[in-house]
Every structure is written in C-alpha cells, then in structure tokens.
C-alpha cells in the first residue's frame, strides 16, 4: 500500500527509488486515502488521456474557507467539459508557439537582468534570487501585472499552496493561510479586470476582460483563471530550472556541450523534464467501472497517475535513471496529456531554455555551495525551496 507519510528528507528530495519499489511490487494499488495509485507510463498515460476519468468532485478544499473555494473551483485544473473547454479555449492563443516565440526576446533580457543581479554576489540562494522570481516576471508580463506588485502576489501564490494535501507535515495554520491569500489574490484580480474594462491592453488581463464583457465568462471564473495561470506559470518553472541546474551541477561534460552546442538546449530541455518533472503526481475520478493493471476501478474512486514514477519506466524509456542526451524523448508524461495537458508548456520550455542558456554562458564556474540543498514539502509540486550556489563569475 502506498503512503506518502513519514517521508524522510531524502525521499522528498530523490522520491524514484520509492517510486521503483512500489512499480516493481505493483503498478496500479491502494494507497493513501484509500486512493488507486498508478505507477507504469501506459496506465498513467490511459488515466490521463481518457474520457472515463475526470475531475469528480472538483477541487479538494474546506467549502468553509469561502474565498479559497470560489478560487480553486474556477481552475482549469479542477474542470471537466464543456466549462474546461469554453475557458481553456479564452486564453489558450496566449501561449502558442507563436506568441510565446514573440516573447524570447523580453524573456532574455529578463533573465539577464537576474543573471547580473546574482553575479555580483559570490553566494546566492538561487531559488530566491532567480528561479523563483524568473517565472513571476514572465507570467506578470502576460498577464499585465505592473513590476510593483509581483513579489506581493508571489507570496500569495506560495501561501495558496498552503492548502494542499500533499504537503508533508505542512503548518496548523496552511489552509488558513491559503484562504487568506485567496481572499486577497480574489480582491487584486477583481480590480485589475474592473480596470481594465474602462483601459484595454495588450495582456491576458485584457482579453479576459473583453470575455466577460461578451458574457462568455463570469468575474468569478476570470479571477480564479487568473489565479491559476499565475500560481501554475511560476511554481512548476520554478521547480523545473531549480531542479535542472542541480543536474547540470553535477554533469559537467553536458555543461561542456550546451555552452559549444546551445542549439541542443531544446532536446535538453525536454529530456530533463522526462527525468525529473516539477509536477509528481495528479489526481482523478472514475466516471465508470475500468480495468486497469488488472484491478477493478469503480465509479466515484480517486486515482492518482504517479507522473514522476511513469517518466522512470523502463518499458518506456531505456535506463530511465540516467540523464541522456542522445535520448529519443518520444511522448512522456512530464507536461501531462489529454485535456489537462500543461496550457503552458511551450512557455515553461522556453523559460528553461532561455534561463538555462543566461546561467551557462555567465556563470561557467558556478557550483554547489558546502550547505544543504532543501527540497519542499510537497511531493506534487516537486523541488528545491532552498539551493546555496556559488556563483563565481569569470570576468
């Protein structure tokens, strides 16, 4: 039976190893909460891809914690058709390849401008100082949130992940919390989009605004879309270049490579969500009975497609546990699939690929400092909160 409870640090930090025991023992099986969890590629990837399982009962939160439901209930996350399709369809031209290329120019000059931020300093936390606040930028810029208020609503999206249920020994007061930031996330988003009625820009704001104008939206479902395309562009980028860097750190002769051969970032890229995605795990409903990896799912029972587990599967991905260049990524489940497949993904990769690229050539000489790496809590939204770096710029 699989169990979240009484992780120790080092299986937060390096979950696969459990993942391995409980695939090899049995890919589909009970767990916490009396929940199915799915461990194989083919039956994450049936899960995620069909039809028979879907949300359910909507977002898992306290409906006493009136500002955190209305919220977290208008997240595309939490949404089946047609409601998931009508709001998905409102910002989706947002993050296509097209736009989101269009933007690889401010994307550069941000992350420059975070580069040269830390390379004044010979010991950062790089979480802090870049990771963490590379994504907010990014996503502020297309939702139209001026530079003044980022930090604020970057605290706020970490207090909303207060909530989860995932969260390991997570504070007596975290769902407090998390409805407090919804409160006040739900107040901002509510006068940004009023405002925006009256001044019209070239941002997400605006066009969800033009929407509720149209009657294709309520307030409510705009500010919690808001919401949540602010909370999932910043925490899952976040983890996701944290957690590359630390596998640079210790693949020099990759290093060595990407900074004579950039143009192979985007393969890198790609192959380093396969190996360790910033999003661990997920959660569904059975619509109907299902057989899966020879068990009975009934209608009503919660399934938990195991991402993280699924990208290390050797009947899918060849010696799964070694980072590997030459590797024919093919589909994994890094991004999701089906429906829910990530709105952002083209954005997150090109985040990545752009930050990467900003460190590699500024910062050849940098490397782990002598303190700890710490890893979250949280085993879905997976990675570091904190990671000392020496960051010794050759001049």
Not at 32 to 57: C, E, I, K, N, Q
Not at 361 to 373: F, L, N, Q, W
Request: hydrophobic share 40%.
């Amino acid at each position: 039976m699989f169990s979240i409870r009484g992780w120790q640090p080092h299986d937060l930090a390096d979950p696969y190893p459990v993942y391995r025991r409980y695939r090899d023992q049995d890919p589909v099986q009970r767990g916490d909460g009396d929940a199915w969890y799915v461990f194989g590629f083919d039956d994450v990837d049936t899960v995620l891809r069909s039809p028979d399982f879907g949300r359910g009962p909507g977002a898992p939160v306290n409906p006493e914690r009136a500002a955190l439901h209305r919220i977290v209930q208008n997240w595309l996350v939490f949404l089946d058709p047609p409601r998931h399709t009508e709001l998905r369809r409102m910002v989706s031209a947002e993050f296509a390849p097209a736009v989101v290329a269009g933007l690889r120019g401010r994307i550069a000059a941000i992350a420059a401008e975070l580069v040269a931020h830390i390379s004044s300093t010979p010991m950062v936390d790089f979480v802090e100082e870049f990771a963490a606040p590379f994504p907010v930028l990014v996503i502020s810029e297309l939702l139209g949130v001026p530079a003044e208020h980022r930090m604020w609503l970057r605290q706020r999206a970490m207090w909303l992940q207060e909530a989860s249920s995932a969260r390991i020994g997570h504070r007596a007061d975290g769902v407090d919390r998390a409805d407090q930031a919804a409160h006040d996330l739900e107040e901002y988003f509510g006068e940004q989009l009023e405002a925006r009625r009256g001044d019209p820009r070239e941002d997400l704001v605006s066009l969800m605004a033009g929407a509720q104008q149209r009657g294709e939206a309520t307030t409510e479902e705009i500010v919690g879309t808001c919401v949540h395309l602010l909370t999932a562009g910043h925490e899952t980028t976040t983890n996701l270049i944290s957690k590359s860097v630390l596998i640079l750190l210790d693949a020099r002769d990759l290093v060595d490579r990407l900074r004579s051969e950039p143009e192979l970032l985007p393969v890198v890229v790609d192959e380093l969500v396969r190996y360790d995605p910033p999003v661990q795990m997920v959660s569904r409903w059975a619509y109907r009975d299902f057989s899966l990896g020879g068990k009975t799912i009934r209608p009503g029972d919660k399934v938990v497609p195991v991402i993280g587990s699924a990208n290390r599967d050797p009947l899918r991905f060849p010696d799964p546990d070694e980072l590997r260049l030459d590797r024919a990524v093919g589909r994994h489940s890094g991004f999701g699939a089906g429906i829910h497949y990530c709105l952002g993904a083209n954005l997150a990769r090109t985040e990545a690929e752009i930050g990467l690229a900003a460190l590699l050539k500024a910062m050849p000489e940098m490397s782990r400092a002598d303190e700890p790496v710490c890893y979250g809590n949280d085993i879905i939204f997976h990675g570091p909160v904190r990671f000392p770096l020496r960051a010794r710029v050759r001049v």
